[in-house]
Nanobody
Framework: QVQLVESGGGLVQAGGSLRLSCAASGRTFSGYDMGWFRQTPGKARVVVATISWNGGNTYYADSVKGRFTISRDNAKNTVYLQMNSLKPEDTARYYC??????????WGQGTQVTVSS
């Protein structure tokens, strides 16, 4: 049974940094493109960043480009999101999953990021 556990969120002041981690167990995700997504109450879940299965290609939403960095360690079945220069509008619950995951797929609990101004 697949399990995704996101961690590393918290409360941080604007301009601060956080590093999110996503540990996968139950199956290997090393052959899949992975992504980080975020969601705020009443709004749709949106993609923040994605990374190809081998880490060779990345994508970032315009809103985080230049501030966030996605990476992965396939040996540890873990995906990371380094978030720098955080802004209040980055406040959301962050999730990781396969890049092509849909809402009907399994999702972990996510990790809450709150950025104070």
């Amino acid at each position: 049974q697949v399990q995704l556990v996101e961690s590393g969120g918290g409360l941080v002041q604007a301009g601060g940094s956080l590093r999110l981690s996503c540990a996968a167990s139950g199956r290997t995700f090393s052959g899949y493109d992975m992504g980080w997504f975020r969601q705020t109450p009443g709004k749709a879940r949106v993609v923040v960043a994605t990374i190809s299965w081998n880490g060779g290609n990345t994508y970032y939403a315009d809103s985080v480009k230049g501030r966030f960095t996605i990476s992965r360690d396939n040996a540890k079945n873990t995906v990371y999101l380094q978030m720098n220069s955080l802004k209040p509008e980055d406040t959301a619950r962050y999730y990781c999953n396969r890049r092509r995951a849909t809402l009907s797929d399994y999702w972990g609990q996510g990790t809450q990021v709150t950025v104070s101004s």
